[in-house]
């Protein structure tokens, strides 16, 4: 698109929309929202700059390579994270991994909350981002 | 009847959510009926803010005017058109 206000609004609006994103990931535990709604944030801030800057230059942000190993490690992380309980004899996905998880309210009370919400924040963005692509690409 | 202001609005939007289910089924061009949809989604939105869970506020504003609308407009845009 070749308008000049929509260009650099999103320019603009880019890093706060990202911003936002990640505070909204991080806060999963402790406030309104989570990793599933601040992924898709992120993944929109990227959708709505390849939207209006065309496919090209989206796929400068991230590029199909890129994706593809946030992708499969976000995955794993979230694995990694619910194995710390069964190595300490406790099922999967048991929160024991600091002995003292914090004053409630706080962000880094919660325990392994927050550890497991990146690597789902990261999944969610890079599949929505992937997502996009892949049907924009069959316009030709 | 003890109902409050707060309790109009929320069947004013309750209502407004029906006239937008309506319209998206009557609404012949599929980009005008995208567009009510994003306003069905956005009222939908503020409905779950009036009813104290601003968590699932949040997931449908990102979901649901983000992700649903944008997926929509692409659909559009590459699919060819009938009629």
New interface residues.
Partial sequence: MKDFVLRRVVALLLPFIQMFGIYVIMHGHTSPGGAFAGGMVVGLGVIGFSTVFGIEQGKTKMPEHVTTITESYGTLWYILMGLVGIFKGLPFLANKLAVDVGVPGELTSGGLIGLIGVGVGIRVASTMVTLFFTMMEEEA | MGLTLADYGTMAMLFMLIVASLAMYFIRDLMHAVIVYGAYTLVMALIWLQMNT??L???EA??GI??TV??MV??Y??SRKEE
Avoid: C, N, Q, S
Wanted: glycine share 6%.
């Fill in positions: 601003p968590d506020a949040i997931t990102a979901a983000g992700m944008m997926m692409v659909i845009r590459t």
